[in-house]
């Protein structure tokens, strides 16, 4: 088992090494340069050495992974960009090669709707280019592959499929210098479901048929935000997510895999991966070798957090029971749940506060623009109202939180504080558990204070950011 983990290091090398034995990974990712600069970062020969020196010497860090930066599009038809792009890709190489990385993870861009068949060729050359024109691996140091990472398939990615980056491959005569990175989050997005034995079994088949499984070097680790084919990229904590543990645990424990590094790019509490994420991830590989090995309750061994996302409820009972003999695991998820429900009521009762508000300045005098504000204030309320439902699986918060927007709608600003306490009021109602009630009680009463607050406030105030907000969409 090799689990790894993205670390900031702010510039500073080796120290790099260590906030990743502190985590208790034993590989780690770092960025080479600043991820959303062009500026490359200019590391003095002896700097690059004495990093070398210190890995390849560590006791604990098998590897260091590079990531390249992200404003990094190879298959833009914008020349200029096209150009910088390379550039930076060399530079990219140069400083994973003097680090005496064992991989340079690489978005590849997106042909933003061009079409991946007319972008082929200019990837491959400038893979070629890459290779060619970086500075030289020091010797006595293995040579740093460019890993391709495959990805969620939003808006003309390209590596939204194995098959996607099997041909980039194919276009450099199957260059061995070239390998894979695969994130878990970005094939699960991409619509590739792995989570069962036959769904891993499947994507081996796919990579060994492709391009080989010797080219797959390491994985990123993430749970995801986003369902099974959303294609989107959103990381989310391990057990955390809708892949959750249960369905990472085929993955991680395959035994062509389990020994692969595995990256962390989870979000932790904001500042990327911590220790008990690197405990949590150890865990859910241990459930999938238990899985391999035969030990029949392997699901035993998931954290605690790893449980799968419950369903969503399928009958259209009012009243939701708490069931009567509730396990810890069960407990412990019920909380977390209460926890998301009482977060997004809460979200919801915000913006639907915000945006009766705006039906306010709106009534005050009525311009186009503010037409146009208003009804992508309104959209993106709906949207809220939408995930927040989604988010706690339950048909009766989608319910709850549709009348929400509904009525805030249709109110003024003076009665936004009544009807925010008696939503809330409401939804207190429809929870499940104890806690669930009990947290969403203490959120009603903040935010009927909260919206009393609001509706104070100048009417300006409000207008500003419901203009804001639209703008942001
Ligand atoms: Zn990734
Ligand atoms: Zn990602």
Not at 9 to 29: D, N, P
Not at 229 to 251: K, Q, S, Y
Not at 431 to 452: D, F, I, P, Q, Y
Request: overall charge positive; charged content about 25%; aromatic content about 4%.
């Amino acid at each position: 088992m090799n689990i790894g983990a993205h670390v900031r290091g702010g510039g500073k090398l080796v120290s790099s090494l260590e906030y990743g034995v502190e985590m208790g990974a034993t590989s780690i990712q770092i960025f080479t340069q600043s991820p959303r600069m062009w500026k490359p970062s200019q590391y003095a020969p002896e700097v690059l050495a004495a990093y070398r020196e210190a890995a390849s010497t560590h006791p604990t860090i098998t590897d260091t992974f590079c990531h390249a930066t992200y404003l990094i599009n190879l298959a833009s038809a914008d020349l200029d960009l096209y150009e910088k792009s390379v550039v930076c890709l060399i530079h990219n190489l140069s400083v994973a090669r003097g680090l005496g990385s064992s991989g340079l993870v690489l978005h590849v861009g997106s042909h933003l709707g061009a079409g991946f068949d007319d972008v082929v060729r200019q990837i491959a050359d400038a893979f070629e280019r890459a290779l060619a024109e970086a500075d030289p691996t020091p010797e006595g140091v293995a040579d740093c592959p460019i890993l391709i990472e495959n990805a969620a398939g939003s808006g003309g990615t390209v590596g939204r499929s194995l098959e996607e980056i099997r041909f980039l491959i194919d276009a450099c005569n199957g260059d061995d210098r070239l390998g894979l990175c695969i994130d878990t989050q970005h094939l699960w997005a991409s619509g590739f479901d792995y989570s069962s034995v036959a769904g891993t079994e499947r994507l081996i088949k796919e990579i060994e048929l492709g391009v080989g499984m010797e080219r797959l070097r390491c994985f990123h680790l993430n749970d995801s935000k986003i369902e099974l084919g959303g294609n989107r990229d959103r990381h989310a904590n391990i057990g955390e997510g809708t892949i959750g543990g249960r369905g990472l645990a085929p993955l991680v424990g395959h035994p062509l895999i389990r020994n692969l590094p595995l990256i962390l790019e989870v979000p932790g509490s904001g500042d990327g991966p911590r220790a008990e994420d690197v405990t949590v991830a150890k865990q859910v590989v241990m459930a999938g070798i238990e899985l391999y090995d035969g030990v029949a309750n392997w699901e035993e061994s998931l954290p605690v957090t790893a449980a799968f996302t419950p369903p969503p409820v399928k009958s259209v009972s009012k009243t939701v029971k708490a069931p009567t003999k509730a396990t810890a695991p069960a407990k412990a998820t019920a909380k977390k749940e209460a926890k998301k429900s009482t977060k997004s009521t809460k979200k919801v009762a915000k913006k639907t506060t915000k945006k009766a508000s705006s039906k306010v300045t709106k009534k005050v005098s009525a311009t186009p623009a503010k037409k146009a504000a208003k009804s992508a204030a309104k959209k993106s309320a709906k949207k809220l109202a939408k995930k927040a439902a989604k988010k706690t699986n339950s048909k009766a918060t989608k319910r709850a939180a549709k009348k929400l927007t509904k009525s805030a709608v249709k109110r003024t600003t003076t009665k936004a504080a009544k009807s925010a306490k008696k939503l809330a009021k409401k939804s207190v109602k429809k929870v499940a558990t104890k806690s669930t009630k009990k947290l969403a009680k203490k959120s009603a009463k903040k935010l009927a204070k909260k919206s009393t607050k609001k509706s104070a406030t100048k009417k300006s105030a409000t207008k500003k950011s419901a203009t804001k907000k639209s703008a942001k969409k």
